[in-house]
């Protein structure tokens, strides 16, 4: 049989349609009732452009300043406390999402100043992840299973974390943390790492062998709630939108002297430090 | 045919072999799995109804969830409008095991069934259940006696607030009010003493507001409780059963 080349045309026109029409019926029944058109944001839920935080270091004062932050961030959250374990294993797996250390840890490529205020170089630092605008974890990820929001949060999706710790490696801030026991577990004495009278029900538990961090709360902002750290600080840490010039923290980084940890890496962190001076700034 | 023999007895063994499985279990099907929705929450509803249709549930619901789970944490859409126009938080352990709260015998049911093994609840965490698989809503309360004394201690009104409370809200729900002595004294009077001080404590909550019908007054088995006798001076009041009353 030989074929002309407008009847060759014709057959590649005709079963061309076909086969875009017969894809078209083939998704249409594919699809069952589960149509993005039916999700949708909760009404209470807090946006912004880019969520930051302002820590002001003249705001804490005691050793309970910090730690009721820390605490209802962990406990919330079922973050495993692995205190109760040896020392050297505890520093190895140990899980936070919120921690202090001192100024030069906190701020080590910061120029060394023999003279430098005692006060502040022995000051406690809050640390927590940065949700940086320029994420260096969000960009070696594998899986895609941590990624920035739309509004400015550094996310961390565990369904889809392998735990192949690249992003850990990427960090340049250590606010990632590897799971290396199960967090449901418990120490040699038996005692669980996540107290049963404190889980929190309506959160999950992350399992073994995924990493996991600071959220920024999303599912509090969800409700229209402040993270918990910034509820229960008094003010020590501010939570607002960095790209509304009339948001809270907007103002009190115009007002006050802050600085970031590690700028010069260009990550772009979004935790602001008022590191002091008090009523002499 | 050369070596028949062999060949027919191999041949044989080897039909054999192979229908093995099939001839063991030759009438013993498992049985048909059975969800059940005996739980608190869905006893509560006037129409007991899931966020879709029974069937669509039944055969979409692995899908729904992987869809729920993008939609909020990846896109932080976290409200799901079902094809009736209601709304609902997705939240698998929020929402779903709210009302499902008996994983045993609602999600294993078919799981198990289907040698199937979600690893949803390596995380999230799943509701607390008793040996029988029921739902176990608040921890059970121990109200402590003193010897032969079946008069309630001052800490009773606070120990039994949280079921109260519960048992306000859902009237549809059951309690379970067994009292137990220690192993000193006489068997008779202890076996009376037990039932006083279970009557101490029903009397208590119907006096906080709990309906007579709501109360199932439950013999212990042994009356003697485990442990120590101080232990063993007790009434104990648990929602633990998914009946309703």
Redesign the interface.
């Known amino acids: 049989m030989s074929i002309n080349r407008r009847q060759f045309l014709k057959i590649v026109g005709v079963s061309t349609a076909a086969g875009i029409g017969g894809a078209a019926v083939f998704n249409g029944l594919r699809n069952?009732?589960?149509e993005?058109a039916?999700?949708?944001?909760?009404?209470r839920?807090l946006t912004a452009k880019r969520w930051g935080f302002v820590v002001d270091m003249d705001k804490l004062k005691s050793e309970e300043d910090y730690q009721k932050c820390i605490d209802a961030c962990h406990n919330i959250h079922?973050v495993p406390d692995l205190s109760s374990l040896p020392e050297e294993i505890r520093i190895r797996h140990e899980v936070k999402w919120i921690w202090t250390d001192n100024f030069e840890r906190t701020f080590p490529t910061a120029p060394e100043d023999e003279y430098q205020n005692v006060e502040l170089k022995e000051k406690r630092f809050f640390l927590f992840c940065n949700h940086c605008a320029q994420p260096a974890c969000v960009r070696v990820c594998p899986t895609k299973a941590t990624?920035k929001?739309?509004?400015g949060v550094v996310?961390q999706?565990?369904?889809r974390c392998i735990g192949c710790r690249f992003c850990m490696a990427a960090c340049p801030f250590g606010a990632r943390s590897f799971n290396w026991r199960d967090p449901r577990g418990k120490d040699g004495n038996g005692k669980p790492f996540i107290d049963p009278a404190k889980?929190n029900?309506?959160?999950?538990?992350?399992?073994i062998g995924v990493v996991e961090k600071c959220t920024a709360c999303?599912e509090r902002l969800?409700k229209g709630m402040q993270p918990a750290c910034a509820e229960v600080s008094n003010g020590a840490i501010v939570f607002g939108d960095l790209e509304d010039p009339n948001s809270e923290v907007r103002k009190i980084i115009a007002a006050k002297y802050t600085i970031r940890r590690k700028p010069e890496l260009g990550t772009q962190p979004s935790i602001y430090y008022v590191i002091g001076g008090g009523e002499h700034a | 045919m050369y070596d028949s023999g062999k060949i027919i007895a191999g041949l044989i063994v080897f039909v054999l072999l192979v229908t093995f499985p099939f001839i063991s279990n030759m009438g013993k099907a498992s049985a048909k799995p059975k969800p059940s929705i005996d739980t608190p929450v869905i006893n509560q509803m006037a129409v007991k109804k899931c966020v879709e249709s029974k069937e669509f549930m039944r055969a979409e619901h692995m899908q729904m969830l992987n869809n729920w789970r993008d939609s909020v944490v990846r896109n932080g859409d976290r409200i799901y409008v079902n094809t009736a126009g209601q709304s609902f938080n997705m939240s698998l352990q929020n929402t779903c095991m709210n009302c499902h709260s008996n994983k045993k015998k609602f999600c294993d049911e078919c799981h198990n069934y289907m040698a199937v093994t979600p690893y949803c609840w390596s995380c999230h965490i799943q509701p607390k259940e008793n040996a029988e698989g029921k739902t176990v809503l608040l921890a059970p309360a121990k109200i402590y006696f003193e010897v032969g004394r079946f008069d309630l201690p001052p800490d009773a009104s606070s120990l039994l607030k949280p079921i109260v409370d519960f048992l306000r809200a859902h009237s549809q729900t059951g309690v379970d009010v067994s009292g137990y002595v220690d192993k000193t004294g006489d068997p008779i009077k202890n076996a009376e003493l037990a039932k006083n001080r279970a009557k101490a404590v029903r009397d208590m909550l119907m006096a906080e507001g709990v309906s007579e019908a709501q109360i199932n007054m439950k013999k212990p088995e042994i009356l003697t409780g485990a442990g120590s006798d101080v232990e063993a001076r007790r009434v104990e009041v648990s929602i633990a059963s998914g009946k309703g009353v």
């Open positions: 069952s009732g589960l993005a039916q999700t949708s944001p909760d009404p839920t079922n990624f929001r739309k509004d996310m999706d565990m369904h889980e029900k309506e959160y999950p538990t992350r399992m999303t969800a």
